[in-house]
């Protein structure tokens, strides 16, 4: 499958929304949380069993974002889109089939394996387009498509729970939900699959510079360089920290605020984490588009440095004032989502456009990682301050302080981020080949 080339006159506003198709379908993947009771009520499992085809799903993200990269950039947006229609949507399918059939490895399979796959390539399907397009402002661009990550679970939360109701939540109920969500998910990213096109040339937008600009660095040799693994620590570090409130909100929140004269219900801490969602979304648009002006290195200073600084408020006077605690929160989740959406454009300014999405996918094993590492700090270290008797605040006290080191250290990996050395970019001669094959190709 050839990449689409725009046509003369086409407009570069048609990308994002073909990007948002993709990511705002994939973002349902935040909204597992939503069929969990009803699994374990209808097949008898764990709580552990019901995350596994989440968890499942998190790893393959990463793993074939990493391994698909360099397939993505060869072979197009389109190809990567359809592929990851073809793999999301079976998931869905398979997983119903094993909700039918009540064959829960058919479930992890099928949304873990499968459904994973589609994850990681949509992820970056549309990345190296974007920033093609708008050369101008890569982080605007990379933040629009993003930000649709973030909020499919606004979408698929409360239309997963209205079709549970409405169907049952017993294994018939659960299996029909997932049918209806494969289905559904295939046509909409069949919009984005169908819209999206490659610029023509390497200068889309008059008086911006050229896409090709600057040096380029292969994937290949940017992992052999100091800045891709000082990105790596820096994206884990931010990603660990943002995790590690986002994925015990609820109950962070309840047992920050108990004993006191104002706690903390269970539908007020609903809409907490509801609140939480929006700052991560809002992050990926509104600080991605900040690094725009004030430059890639300088947003990240604010990510680690500022976010090193709310999680001290929170350890210090978090259960003293719920305003505080909640406003630390918010930004917090905010430089989350930011961290996300950014890294991007900073591969661009480093690495050049030439394989960024192959570079970008072999970066997000950074996100398996903290996937991993943010919840396990949390919880483990919450479970041994309970079970040493102690309640509240004090069950997060040196998970807070943990988390601040780790964005320290994000912090010091930034400051060590330094222009690519020459003997990384590819050749002038070289260069020039790509150059022409990529003219050729596009004029066919």
Known sequence: MSPPVAPPGWSRWL????ALSVHLSIGQAYAWSVFKPPLESALGLSGTQSA???????VMLGLSAAFGGTLVERNGPRWAMTVALICFSSGFLLSALGAATEQY?????????????GLGIGYISPVSTLIKWFPDRPGMATGIAI??????????SPWSAQMLESFGSDSSGIALA?????????????LGVLLVRVPRTE?????????????????RSAVRTPQFWCLWVVLCMNVTAGIGILEKAAPMITDFFEGTSTPVSVSAAAGFVALLSAANMAGRIGWSSTSDLIGRKNIYRVYLGVGAVMYALIALFGDSSKPLFILCALVILSFYGGGFATVPAYLKDLFGTYQVGAIHGRLLTAWSTAGVLGPLIVNWIADRQEDAGKHG????GL??????????VGFVANELVRPVNARHHIPAPRQEAVDVQRQQSESA
């Not at 990308?15 to 073909?18: E, L």
């Not at 930000?147 to 499919?152: A, I, K, V, Y």
């Not at 998970?399 to 320290?408: D, K, Q, W």
């Open 15 to 18: 990308v994002p929304p073909a």
């Open 52 to 58: 596994l085809p989440f968890q499942l799903g998190i």
């Open 105 to 117: 490895w058919l479930i992890v399979l099928g949304y873990g394996f499968v459904g994973g796959i």
């Open 147 to 156: 930000m649709g990550f973030g909020g499919g679970a606004l979408i698929a």
């Open 178 to 190: 997932f049918l209806v969500h494969g289905l559904t998910y295939a046509v909409f990213m069949t």
């Open 203 to 219: 200068k889309p937008v008059e008086g911006a510079p050229s896409a090709l600009a600057g040096p380029q660095v292969s994937a």
């Open 393 to 396: 605040s004090a069950l997060y």
């Open 399 to 408: 998970s807070f302080v943990i988390m601040i080191g780790l964005l320290v």
